[in-house]
């Protein structure tokens, strides 16, 4: 398998501008999580989706913040509008339930700079 | 509630020592514990897991982590220490109420000196 996909690796934007970042679980999956870290924070856990359903969203900051899952082999992040204070690694993870392995399989991040 | 504590910023070891990277958690019910390895620039690699059975569990690399039940704690221990280990370790737990979610520790850095 190819593992977990995110795209853009990179983005670099101007505050204000409309931020999309995707993911791309691997195949089997139920779970879809996405992180933001930063030396600050940390590793955030943001929301996390259920069989393409979102079930507890309690760490997107606000209303700037959305996320989608339309099927089960694609998530996006979507930041509108973006602000220097976003400026983070977004990172997609998936996971097969805890009845399974329950260990979680990450992406490589998007590393997102607002100016 | 879901928490996890990494009481330790950085750990610095000489090559060849052992090595043990601290983590305590607060779960309801029964924890599923796991150690995550991140690498400068890469997403975080699963180490290994605590799901059940006996306490001490090996992983990937030389790692092994006991479970420590009545000490709600999942240290991280390697007999031998390499320069490639220098690495940001990640404890994390999942399961109790809301057994989907997984949240981690702060993270450590370990340093491993020739």
């Known amino acids: 398998d190819a593992g977990v996909i995110q795209s853009p690796r990179h983005e670099v934007t101007e505050m204000g501008q409309e931020v999309t970042l995707r993911c791309k679980p691997i195949?089997?999956?139920?779970?879809l999580f996405w992180y933001r870290q930063t030396m600050m924070r940390g590793l955030e856990l943001l929301i996390y989706f259920n069989n393409n359903v979102p079930i507890d969203d309690s760490g997107m900051p606000e209303d700037r913040f959305s996320a989608k899952m339309p099927n089960a082999s694609f998530s996006t992040l979507k930041i509108q509008p973006s602000e220097p204070r976003d400026s983070a690694v977004y990172f997609c993870?998936?996971?097969?339930?805890?009845?399974?392995?329950?260990?979680?399989?990450f992406g490589e991040g998007s590393r997102l700079t607002v100016l | 509630a879901q928490s996890v504590a990494q009481p330790e910023d950085q750990v610095n070891v000489a090559e060849g020592n052992p090595l043990t990277v601290k983590c305590t958690y607060s779960v309801s019910g029964n924890p599923y514990l796991f150690w995550y390895v991140q690498y400068p620039n890469r997403g975080l690699q699963f180490l290994l897991k605590?799901?059940?059975?006996?306490?001490l569990v090996k992983g990937s690399y030389g790692f092994e982590a006991e479970f420590n039940k009545s000490q709600t704690s999942f240290h991280l221990k390697k007999p031998s220490a390499l320069v490639s280990d220098s690495a940001l370790y990640f404890c994390a737990v999942r399961g109790g109420t809301n057994a989907g979610k997984s949240t981690f520790g702060d993270g450590t850095t370990l340093t491993v000196k020739p």
């Open positions: 993870a998936s996971s097969r339930g805890l009845g399974h392995t329950g260990e979680l399989f």
């Open positions: 605590y799901i059940t059975g006996d306490n």
């Open positions: 195949s089997g999956h139920d779970y």
